[in-house]
C-alpha cells in the first residue's frame, strides 16, 4: 500500500499552509479561499484522496501539521495515521 493523503476540502478555512510546505499537492484556488489536493479522487462529497510516493511522506506529513483547521490527514503505507486527525471529515 502506498502512502495516502486525505483532504478534508469543506472545512478548508484558507490558510495556505499546506500550499506552502507541499506545492505538488496543494493548489491554491484565491477565489474559493480554499485548496485543491491536485490529481487526487473525491471518496465522499468534499472528502479528497490520493496516493503519494515514500519520498513525498515528509512534506505531506509538514502540510498536515501546520494545518491550522486539522483537515489533511497523513497515512503511511501501513495504513496508520502518521500526521494529523484519526477521523476526517471533523465534525463542523
Ligand atoms: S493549511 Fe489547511 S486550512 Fe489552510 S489551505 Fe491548507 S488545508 Fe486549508
Known amino acids: ?14 490558510f495556505f499552509v499546506c500550499s506552502a510546505a ?7 484556488d484565491q477565489d474559493e479561499q480554499k485548496v485543491d489536493l ?3 479522487k473525491e ?4 472528502l479528497f484522496e490520493k496516493e ?10 509538514e502540510a498536515a501539521e501546520g494545518c491550522p483547521a ?3 490527514k497523513v497515512l503511511d503505507d501501513d495504513g496508520e495515521v502518521v500526521a494529523g ?6 465534525e463542523s
Open 1 to 14: 500500500m502506498s502512502p495516502k493523503i486525505v483532504y478534508d476540502k469543506k472545512n478548508c478555512e484558507g
Open 22 to 28: 507541499a506545492p505538488d499537492h496543494f493548489d491554491e
Open 38 to 40: 491536485t490529481d487526487s
Open 43 to 46: 471518496k465522499a462529497e468534499n
Open 52 to 61: 503519494i510516493s515514500e519520498e513525498e511522506l515528509e512534506e505531506a506529513i
Open 70 to 72: 486539522d483537515v489533511i
Open 85 to 90: 486527525p484519526k477521523e476526517l471529515p471533523i
